[in-house]
């Protein structure tokens, strides 16, 4: 579980004197053990194979989720992790880091364009290798409050990202109040404020296939918060 550590902060004199102070302190700090060390909860088609969760198989009309243990504050948040998506020629359909509202009464979505979280009360950055009416892109980022006709409508998308398909993509996710950040292979490609974002959240990865497949994984998370 995360603890807290006391840092003490040390001053000396002799007989020339200063003043010492400290300012604009801040502390990051673990909050959430990631989905390898266990005690998350696994709904749909998702399973954990080593320390990679596995949100999908590779096979039509999947779905799947994995939901951290306890809900955390997402002021100050940074999530990090590798998402996986391997197997198909074309892709589909992609998946999502969502920050659920705690009230929500689902932690799995539909499948398909849905990707796991249309169904599910809250935000998500979602990565789409699959194209659907009004969307910019069979490769993009994009971030979510809400779903439309059982796919997610974007309060803002990027398609300035690496291949997705068939490979490893780092992905950072920061919140600052209730701005996302949201980092891809290194370079920013996103920065949106979402009314939506509640001050606790629950921290649910979600993954789907439809007709066209691909298998969507996570692995190396980390969850930090700085205060």
């Given at each position: 579980?995360?603890?807290?550590?006391?840092?003490?902060?040390?001053?000396?004199?002799?007989?020339?004197d200063?003043?010492?102070?400290?300012?604009?302190?801040?502390i990051?700090?673990?909050?959430?053990?990631?989905?390898?060390?266990?005690?998350?909860?696994?709904?749909?088609?998702?399973?954990?194979?080593?320390?990679?969760?596995?949100?999908?198989?590779?096979?039509?009309?999947?779905g799947?989720?994995?939901?951290?243990?306890?809900?955390?504050?997402?002021?100050?948040?940074?999530?990090?992790?590798?998402?996986?998506?391997?197997?198909g020629?074309?892709?589909?359909?992609?998946?999502?880091?969502?920050l659920?509202?705690?009230?929500?009464?689902?932690?799995?979505?539909?499948?398909?364009?849905?990707?796991?979280?249309?169904?599910?009360?809250?935000?998500?950055?979602?990565?789409?290798?699959?194209?659907?009416?009004?969307?910019?892109?069979?490769?993009?980022?994009?971030?979510?409050?809400?779903?439309?006709?059982?796919?997610?409508?974007?309060?803002?998308?990027?398609?300035?990202?690496?291949?997705?398909?068939?490979?490893?993509?780092?992905?950072?996710?920061?919140?600052?109040?209730?701005?996302?950040?949201?980092?891809?292979?290194?370079?920013?490609?996103?920065?949106?404020?979402?009314?939506?974002?509640?001050?606790?959240?629950?921290?649910?990865?979600?993954?789907?296939?439809?007709?066209?497949?691909?298998?969507?994984?996570?692995?190396?998370?980390?969850?930090?918060?700085?205060?």
């Amino acid at each position: 579980p995360p603890r807290s550590t006391l840092f003490p902060y040390t001053t000396l004199f002799r007989s020339l004197d200063d003043s010492h102070a400290v300012a604009n302190v801040t502390i990051t700090q673990s909050v959430l053990s990631p989905p390898a060390a266990g005690g998350w909860t696994l709904r749909g088609n998702a399973t954990m194979s080593g320390a990679t969760l596995v949100l999908n198989p590779f096979a039509m009309n999947q779905g799947g989720s994995g939901q951290g243990p306890e809900e955390v504050g997402t002021d100050g948040l940074r999530i990090g992790f590798d998402a996986l998506i391997n197997g198909g020629s074309n892709g589909a359909d992609g998946m999502t880091l969502t920050l659920a509202d705690p009230s929500s009464t689902t932690f799995l979505g539909g499948t398909g364009g849905a990707l796991g979280y249309c169904g599910i009360k809250g935000v998500a950055v979602a990565l789409v290798t699959y194209q659907n009416a009004g969307e910019p892109s069979s490769n993009f980022a994009g971030v979510t409050s809400g779903c439309s006709s059982g796919v997610p409508t974007f309060a803002a998308t990027s398609t300035k990202i690496p291949a997705l398909q068939n490979a490893t993509t780092h992905v950072v996710v920061s919140i600052a109040g209730q701005q996302l950040t949201v980092s891809v292979a290194g370079v920013q490609v996103l920065q949106t404020s979402v009314a939506g974002l509640t001050a606790e959240a629950s921290l649910v990865f979600t993954g789907a296939t439809g007709g066209v497949i691909d298998s969507h994984s996570v692995n190396n998370v980390t969850i930090t918060q700085t205060t």
